[in-house]
């Protein structure tokens, strides 16, 4: 059985500790291979993901030992630069190895990646950024094929603020000759810890937490030890189930910064939110009211709150509008919502969400990670059981989902 079982909840109370950040754990992981030796990471969450990213690891000739929350990384000279179809299909942050692999030895074979089920991801901004810097690419039986015999510093300006596309390029700049010059690049959280991970490894980058980010190339990087930082998106998720029953919440580690805009729709939704003792506190002692949502590049509302925020606003008082800037395919789990009672009608990159009093238990199913947790959540604002299947998907990105919220005075299970 691969399912949630949640009951009906009112009132949370007490503390939740939140884990290292997924994805920023998955890019330190792949940047690894930038550095021949013992690179060490600690606070990585025990996730699904982690998990392939050390067996895409191992599979290159990568020798990992995991105790607890630490991961210890050994990269041997020589590496196998293959990240093969098997791994690559189960987990999209697997084409983080790309950079990494052309910065240190010049070629690369990377299966086409899979992931979340919720619309087109295309990577050509990847590519079309590493070609500037000299590489080229050819696909073959559902692989990339990439070379470059020398990586070359050139100014590269990204259409669009991708993540994974700032990332590799970022990965592959600090090896390459001369100074690289990203322009519009993704200024998330983890984007930052990448850039600081790599700046202790011996890189030069100016212009970190910006837009604009210059790296001048080093000859080589050296391994180093290095604390991944908290997960915001875990965060939002147990403020948006408070949100749902309402009570205090202390959550441990999180910062605040991280966050800002989804604290203020939070506010604007009449949660009261302090920072101090190490962390973030909410509380919430009425039925919350409607806001509308749009997502954006950070430091706008991320798109991986937005099914959380769906989540609060189909049992918040009013109606709010909520509008997907980044991927038009993100409303698949709006369906199950629907199946419990909730009243939202999604058209295109828009939906009006209605909030009803109480949702109504019902069985449904996750089609990603962050859709998974949010029918967890919704669960709690129901009557009678909820029981949520193709739980493996919530597995990916969340360490003990279940314990954590039934250690706040939630009834949730994993069968």
């Given at each position: 059985m691969n399912k949630f079982l949640v009951q009906g909840s009112r009132s949370l109370d007490g503390g939740i500790q939140i884990g290292g950040a997924k994805n920023s754990a998955l890019k330190l992981m792949a940047a690894s291979l930038l550095?021949?030796?013992?690179?060490?990471?600690?606070?990585?969450?025990?996730?699904?993901?982690?998990?392939?990213?050390?067996?895409?690891?191992?599979?290159?000739?990568?020798?990992?030992?995991?105790?607890?929350?630490?991961?210890?990384?050994?990269?041997?000279?020589?590496?196998?630069?293959?990240a093969p179809y098997h791994l690559v299909e189960r987990m999209r942050a697997s084409i983080s190895v790309l950079g990494p692999l052309l910065?240190?030895?010049?070629?690369?074979?990377?299966?086409?990646?899979g992931g979340d089920d919720f619309g087109s991801r295309p990577i050509d901004m990847h590519l079309?950024?590493?070609?500037?810097?000299?590489?080229?690419?050819?696909?073959?039986?559902?692989?990339?094929?990439?070379?470059?015999?020398?990586?070359?510093?050139?100014?590269?300006?990204?259409?669009?603020?991708?993540?994974?596309?700032?990332?590799?390029?970022?990965?592959?700049?600090?090896?390459?000759?001369?100074?690289t010059t990203i322009e519009n690049a993704a200024r998330e959280p983890e984007?930052?810890?990448?850039?600081?991970?790599?700046?202790?490894?011996?890189?030069?980058?100016?212009?970190?937490?910006?837009?604009?980010?210059?790296?001048?190339?080093v000859e080589r990087l050296e391994p180093i030890s290095y604390e991944v930082i908290p997960d915001r998106i875990e965060a939002a998720t147990y403020l948006c189930a408070l949100a749902i029953c309402g009570g205090e919440l202390h959550l441990e580690n999180a910062r605040a910064e991280h966050?800002?805009?989804?604290?203020?729709?939070?506010?604007?939704m009449g949660m009261h939110i302090s920072e101090g003792n190490g962390g973030v506190r909410g509380k919430v002692t009425e039925r919350l009211k409607s806001a509308d949502v749009s997502t954006l590049p950070y430091p706008g509302l991320?798109?991986?709150?937005?099914?959380?925020?769906?989540?609060?606003?189909?049992?918040?008082?009013?109606?709010?509008?909520?509008?997907?800037?980044?991927?038009?395919?993100?409303?698949?789990?709006?369906?199950?919502?629907?199946?419990m009672g909730a009243e939202i009608k999604a058209e295109g990159r828009h939906a009006v969400v209605r909030g009803v009093e109480r949702l109504s238990g019902a069985p449904?199913?996750?089609?990603?990670?962050?859709?998974?947790?949010?029918?967890?959540?919704?669960?709690?604002?129901?009557?009678?059981?909820?029981?949520i299947s193709d739980a493996h998907h919530v597995d990916r990105g969340y360490e003990d989902l279940a314990g954590k919220l039934s250690s706040v005075g939630a009834q949730v299970s994993r069968t």
């Open positions: 550095a021949e030796g013992l690179t060490s990471l600690s606070n990585v969450p025990d996730i699904a993901d982690v998990a392939i990213m050390v067996e895409l690891l191992e599979a290159m000739g990568v020798e990992v030992q995991r105790t607890g929350h630490r991961i210890d990384i050994s990269v041997p000279h020589e590496i196998e630069p293959v910065a240190r030895i010049g070629r690369a074979t990377v299966a086409m990646p079309q950024g590493l070609e500037q810097l000299g590489a080229t690419f050819t696909h073959q039986h559902g692989d990339i094929q990439a070379q470059a015999k020398v990586l070359k510093g050139a100014e590269v300006f990204l259409e669009f603020p991708s993540v994974g596309a700032t990332e590799n390029l970022l990965m592959a700049a600090v090896l390459a000759r001369g100074t984007i930052t810890d990448l850039a600081n991970f790599l700046s202790q490894m011996g890189a030069l980058i100016d212009g970190i937490g910006t837009s604009r980010l210059r790296v001048d190339g966050m800002e805009m989804l604290l203020r729709k939070l506010e604007e991320a798109t991986d709150y937005k099914p959380f925020l769906v989540a609060a606003l189909s049992v918040a008082s009013g109606a709010g509008m909520v509008t997907e800037n980044i991927f038009a395919g993100r409303f698949r789990y709006v369906d199950e919502l629907v199946r449904v199913r996750a089609h990603d990670i962050r859709a998974g947790a949010a029918l967890v959540i919704a669960g709690l604002g129901a009557d009678g059981e909820t029981i």
